[in-house]
């Protein structure tokens, strides 16, 4: 075998540029891929500078297969798969380092610079944030400056490679909008790349035990975002109803099965004015569908309301979704109840929270009806030392009872939990609905952002005659927690005294701004999809759009497009009509085969090259060449130049 | 389409002033053997309006060149020799009082005069040199407070040994970009040196000399050859070169502006000597060095020996656009 020879140091130039483009284009599959993929891409782009800063040779060819070997069951082993975004892309990175490793000519440079794009676009595949955009973009630039730098004249300074690549990426964007706008969408993509969806869940879950909620209080992720069409509720109308729980087993509470209603229209009895809006719900990978209290009409498809009147998909929430509801704030709910069903509503666990049970009894019997005793125990809540707080202390067992006679501080579940069992235990039919409450305007945008911090938890009891009535004890306790919403009673100050601090303005301006933005990407960027695009179609004009027509369209645009592109180059870069003298004169010493060396004039190459030919065409030539680019302008001249260059014969045929 | 045949392509007939042009240029290369280029640069630096400095050995004909060139274009000629004892007043004149008159009266000194040459003017002290100064600028001298025109045209013509020689005050660059160029004679080839030994006395066919033009016909000239068609090509091949002296790690001082312009000035005059439709890349070249050489400061470690070498490795740097 042949021993290896060491690098000649040729790539040393512009492999740093390389490097630091493939660096760039990994850098946002850092943080999902394995923590021994980033490093061995370190490693291997380290080794390969050094190799080519001391002209060492190349890893041998078994080194390199074993080393492949590795890393490949490595990714097996980690992902147990070699399909899917996961894998896929921690295969790229580890053909990035590996290839590295038998980087030897520009060939290989291009390979790698062919991987950092790949690297880019896979990215995409992960994630789709607006601040991407800009860091992806850059990439791409610097992928294709360090391709130029390959390639580089050294007389070239970076600024000018930077400027091409920029350049070139501009000619790029008529051609990527196009793609964009008119490369058909299908419902179910046949291109579908299998997502790893994951397994956490964020947002609210299906069940509620104390503290559940509190912790979601601290996060300022945005769970869904409203457009009203006309009018917007009250605040204290905003009730965004998600899930209605109602087994209790002395702690926490769960819901049903989820089932669907069997006579919705019979339910429900609607009144007032109607409220129409669209929200665009952020992935909770859970099947709720949030609506205004109380939803009429929605889109959104394979979509039910249950026995509860909570809305549902089939299929859980693994991708933004945007839908239209028609809600109504005043509505009568099941008016009419069974006994078997109201035995459900009342049940609560034997022996647990005994003193809770005896006090609502001895307060029910002081109370002259229903109606007294509800508004009894909201007082209970308003007038003793009862506090609203987002960090209240441990509860144990019995933890209503914790709650309501120990520690006396709560946060929405605390008081829902406590209000419920309070009702049961003196006979009101009583369940704890989960959803969101309020959210924060922004102005930037005219619409509603609500916030995991605005989820809540209240109550609905069920009276004679009235059927279902929302009661929200926590608006008994901390009624500004309701009027302002989480985000303005944290913005005034309020929220400090339940252990929230305010942010600042400056920054709070920024974040708005900055989810406005956001909210645009989704709606136009991100949700561009076959509604969307079906319906931008026939706006242009396009009736009955296919996939055929669009992929004509899509065709025939970018062959214009790269027309129009091509002629602007060309135009760019055409001569002036001067010049053509200029052009002529290079077919000429083309011809003659002799090149023209820097800083030699015309008459000096002609004696150079005049016996090689017929000396009279030569000086013919150059004369006619002299006075036609250097002379005043003369077309005769020019004239002179064209019949004797293309006269000029080839020296063999002399 | 060098000096050579410059007279087989001359325009009969249609072009008086031209050919008067050609004619001088053949009388002074009879009496001046083998130097065609430097003629032809020479008179160039006369119809761009610019002032000539001859350097070299002595010997080697540059006074010959200066007073043949004022013979054949017809101009008044006188003489200074500059010696370490010359005085200011020694070229411009003084004044001085007639007693039969009762009042000072005015001597002209030698310089009142078309051309001029300042033969070795680097012996003269930097008084006297500068004394030179004014006038070659001005066209004007100032003696006791009354500023005198001088004659036009005005031309000098200095010559110089070469500064490392002893006895003498080397040119400050100041002086230096005076002179729009700056020509070496060199010796002659073995042909024309045995022509000057055999051949008759150069001193008295000097005296045959005629004219061939008079004054106001070379003002003329000057007229024409200052619009001669520049195409934009050569300003930025003149651009580039003047960028390249001033990049060029070989070189410390580039040319200034007033270099630039002396470069236009001297190819288009050079044009208008060869006969040539507009400047060719040709004539910037053949006056690059005249014009340049003398202007530009070589760095310490260049490893170019001359001021023509310097001036060649510029031009082989910048290509002809």
Known sequence: MAKPRGTDGSLLASLPWTLAALAFALAPHVQFLPFWITGAFFVCASWRYTIERRRRALP?????????????????????????????SALLAIMAALKLLETRRRRDQFVLLFISVFLVMSSLLREQYLWSLPYLLLAVLLTMTAWLRMSAAESETMRQNFRTSTRLVLYAVPLALAMWIFFPRLASPFWAVPIDTGTASSGISDTMSPGDISSLSLSSAVAFRVNFDNTIPAPRDQYWRGLVLQHFNGRTWTGDELTIASQPEDQIVFGGAPVAYMVTLEPTRQQWVFALDMPYAWSLARTNIGPQQQLWRMQPIDQRVAYDVISYTEYQVDLEMSRSIRDRYLAIPARSNPRTVRLAQQMRAVAGSNADFVEAVLMKFHEEEYFYT????????????????????????????AFAVMMRAAGIPSRIVLGYQGGEMNPMGDYLIVR?????????????????????????????????????????????????????????????TWDAMNAKWNDWVLGYGPENQDKFMQWLGMDDPDWRKMMLTLVSLVVALVAVISLLLFLRNRPPPRDRAAVLYQRFIHKTGVTISIGETPAAYATRVRSRFSADSIDTITSAYLDARYGPVDPAALQRLKIAVSALSHPHQQ | MQGGNTLEQLPTGKDADRAALGRAREVLGSIILGKDKQIGLALSCLLARG??????????????????????????????????????????????????????????????????????????????????????EEYQVT???????????????????????????????????????????????????????????????????????????????????????????????????????????????????????????????????????????????????????????????????????????????????
Request: proline fraction near 7%; charged fraction near 20%.
């Open chain 1, 452 to 512: 995991q911090a605005d989820a809540h938890a209240w109550t609905e009891i069920w009276l004679e005659g009235v059927g279902w009535t929302r009661v929200d004890p926590t608006a008994a306790v901390a009624p500004e927690r309701i009027d302002a919403g989480i985000s303005g009673a944290m913005l005034d100050g309020t929220a400090a005294a339940w252990g929230l601090l305010p942010p600042s303005a400056l920054l709070h301006r920024l974040s708005l």
């Open chain 1, 60 to 88: 041998s060819t078994w080194i390199r297969a074993i080393l492949a070997m590795l890393c490949f069951l490595g990714v097996l082993v980690t992902y147990s798969s070699i399909s899917g975004v996961g894998p896929g």
């Open chain 1, 390 to 417: 987002l960090r209240p202390p441990p509860l144990g067992s019995n933890s209503v009872d914790r709650f309501l006679f120990d520690t006396k501080r709560g946060f929405c579940e605390h008081y829902a939990s």
């Open chain 2, 143 to 321: 003696v006791d407070g009354n500023t005198r025109q001088l004659p036009r045209p005005f031309f000098v013509v200095a010559t110089q040994n070469p500064a490392d020689q002893i006895g003498t005050f080397p040119l400050p660059e100041s002086q230096l970009d005076r002179f729009l160029m700056r020509l070496e004679l060199g010796y002659p080839n073995e042909e024309n040196e045995r022509m000057l030994l055999t051949g008759g006395d150069r001193r008295s066919m000097l005296n045959e000399i005629d004219a061939v033009c008079t004054p106001a016909q070379l003002q003329k000239l000057q007229e024409i050859a200052s619009g001669v068609h520049m195409s934009s090509p050569l300003v930025d091949y003149i651009q580039a070169l003047v960028r390249q002296t001033r990049e060029s790690p070989e070189i410390d001082i580039g040319l200034s502006p007033r270099g630039a312009i002396a470069l236009v000035a001297a190819a288009k005059a050079h044009a208008y000597v060869e006969h040539h439709s507009g400047v060719y890349p040709d004539d910037i070249q053949a006056v690059f060095a005249a014009v340049a050489g003398h202007r530009l400061q070589p760095a310490g470690n260049t490893s170019y020996r001359s001021s023509a070498e310097l001036c060649q490795h510029v031009l082989d740097t910048v290509a002809i656009p």
């Open chain 2, 51 to 136: 002032h000539l400095l001859i350097e070299d050995l002595p010997g080697l004909g540059k006074t010959m060149l200066a007073q043949a060139l004022a013979r054949v274009l017809g101009l008044s000629f006188r003489r200074i020799q500059f010696t370490s004892d010359l005085l200011p007043a020694d070229i411009v004149g003084v004044s001085v009082f007639r007693q039969n008159k009762g009042e000072f009266e005015f001597q002209p000194g030698p310089i009142f005069t078309q051309l001029i040459l300042a033969d070795e003017v680097n012996r003269a002290t930097p008084k006297a040199q500068s004394a030179l100064l004014e006038a070659m």
